[in-house]
């Protein structure tokens, strides 16, 4: 059975501050996907980055930067220096077979 | 990428009403589509995913049933509805060439 766990409901930052959000993902099959989404308050989720089960690669975008490590199955995402623009839910997904499996979300308020 | 839309963004229905949410895909032909709901401060519950015209899988039972009568058109109906069936409808496409998924908008329906 495919399963994503986000065991951090809610976190709360001073801005500038860096933040992990943590993600946890159990699945039998070598082929799959891992995805971050965010969802400001406007509720569309926003697509972040996909990464594939052969790609160990960390990767780094702006402030952003992801770590995926397979013998840990996580997929954390670290944001640094946080900004207030960053306040939203983020979402943790697996895909494979034609279906999404996501994480029960972690709500991040990044105060100023 | 693709774009998808959905209407209406806000919907107010008193309980026993029949219900009807559209989403339509722009920018990729044959996407798979997917149906699903998010009560008020929760995680993202797949309802419905759709692989091809007239192909539906159901993943949870439930008052609500979906259709897709075009290869970019998917529609979440029900009969009657019920209090429990309030939160957010999202509707997602996923571009095969990438695995990648992509949310519409969002619809509130609150059922009174």
């Known amino acids: 059975a495919q399963k994503v766990t986000q065991a951090q409901t809610e976190i709360s930052v001073v801005e500038k501050e860096d933040v992990t959000l943590d993600c946890v993902y159990e699945?039998?099959?070598?082929?799959?996907?891992l995805f971050w989404y965010k969802q400001p308050p406007s509720g569309e989720l926003v697509f972040l980055i996909r990464?594939?089960?052969?790609?160990?690669q960390n990767e780094i975008s702006g402030r952003y930067s992801w770590n995926f490590q397979k013998s840990t199955s996580s997929f954390n995402f670290t944001i640094t220096a946080s900004q207030v623009v960053d306040s939203a839910v983020y979402f943790c997904?697996?895909?494979?077979?034609?279906?999404?499996?996501f994480g029960s979300g972690t709500k991040l308020n990044v105060k100023p | 990428s693709q774009t998808i839309h959905q209407w209406p963004a806000t919907l107010v229905q008193p309980v026993g009403s029949p219900l009807s949410l559209e989403c339509t895909v722009e920018?990729?032909?044959?996407?798979?589509l997917y149906w699903y709901r998010q009560a008020a401060g929760r995680g993202l519950q797949l309802l419905f995913y759709?692989?091809?015209?007239?192909?539906i899988s159901s993943e949870v039972p439930q008052n609500l049933s979906a259709s897709r009568p075009q290869d970019r058109q998917f529609i979440l109906s029900s009969k009657k509805l019920l209090l429990s069936d309030s939160g957010f409808y999202l509707c997602a496409g996923r571009q095969g060439s990438t695995d990648t998924q992509y949310f519409g908008p969002g619809t509130r329906l609150t059922v009174l």
């Open positions: 997904a697996l895909y494979n077979f034609n279906k999404f499996y």
């Open positions: 920018g990729t032909s044959n996407p798979n």
């Open positions: 990464r594939n089960s052969f790609d160990e």
């Open positions: 759709s692989v091809g015209i007239g192909q």
């Open positions: 699945t039998r099959d070598t082929t799959y996907y």
